[in-house]
């Protein structure tokens, strides 16, 4: 049973515009999300986080929304760039020490110049 | 200060072979977990260890199967390889001191089985 679902398989959007990825989560027990972006041939970066207590949470472009009742998070880039053209991973944990990351299967984004 | 490494990058073997991947984590980081990534299903847990024991493990078969170091650095080891098992592995590690657990990411082992 996948716990944390990435719906749309990709997404193509026109550089300076906003690209929204989305994420849903089936576990109410998570408490933190985080995204991850991956380029070809690299291992997965670290992007953004945020925890249940907050509904969201901005770094530069990136701002990550959260929405606990519909358990559903979205991942806003803006303006996008080519450079942001990657694998977008959704990710979540408990709040446990111990408690490891689930991941969703992906979401690839291409912006086209 | 160093980020995570694997060794081989990339590995060719044949179906019923058994073969060994390693992973060095970061310095300080006492935690490392394994995941596999394939088209269309993403990263999949394999197993987490920390300070030498596994703490965690996912949905795999027991051919599937791994190891930490006192210097923390892990091996994992898959015997009888079918061709599913064709894939990148990555390794991940953490220092688990704070929420969330911010993982880093090795550049992976792409593993081929023909």
């Known amino acids: ?44 970066t670290f992007l953004i986080s945020i925890s249940s207590i907050k509904d969201k949470n901005e770094d530069g472009r990136f701002t990550v929304f959260l929405n606990k009742s519909a358990k559903h998070l979205s991942l806003h880039i803006v303006p996008s760039q080519p450079g942001d053209s990657a694998v ?25 110049p | 200060k160093a980020g995570v490494t694997q060794t081989p990058r990339y590995l060719i073997k044949t179906r019923g072979q058994q073969v060994t991947l390693s992973c060095s984590p970061i310095s300080g980081h006492r935690s490392v977990s394994w995941y596999q990534q394939t088209p269309g299903q993403g990263l999949q847990f394999l197993f987490e260890y920390f300070s030498e024991t596994q703490r965690n493990k996912g949905n795999f078969p027991g051919r599937f199967s791994g190891r930490q170091f006192s210097n923390s650095r892990s091996e994992m080891n898959v015997s009888t390889l079918e061709l599913g098992d064709s894939a990148l592995y990555l390794c991940a590690s953490s220092h688990q001191l704070t929420l969330p657990d911010e993982q880093f990411f090795g550049p992976g082992t792409r593993l081929t089985v023909l």
């Open chain 1, 1 to 44: 049973d996948q716990q944390v679902k990435q719906n749309s398989p990709s997404l193509s959007v026109q550089e300076g515009r906003i690209s929204i990825l989305n994420c849903d989560y089936t576990n109410s027990m998570f408490d933190y999300f985080l995204w991850y972006k991956k380029y070809p041939a690299e291992g997965p």
């Open chain 1, 88 to 112: 977008y991973f959704c990710a979540a944990s408990g709040a446990g020490a111990n408690s490891k990351l689930t991941f969703g299967k992906g979401i690839t984004l291409s912006v086209r």
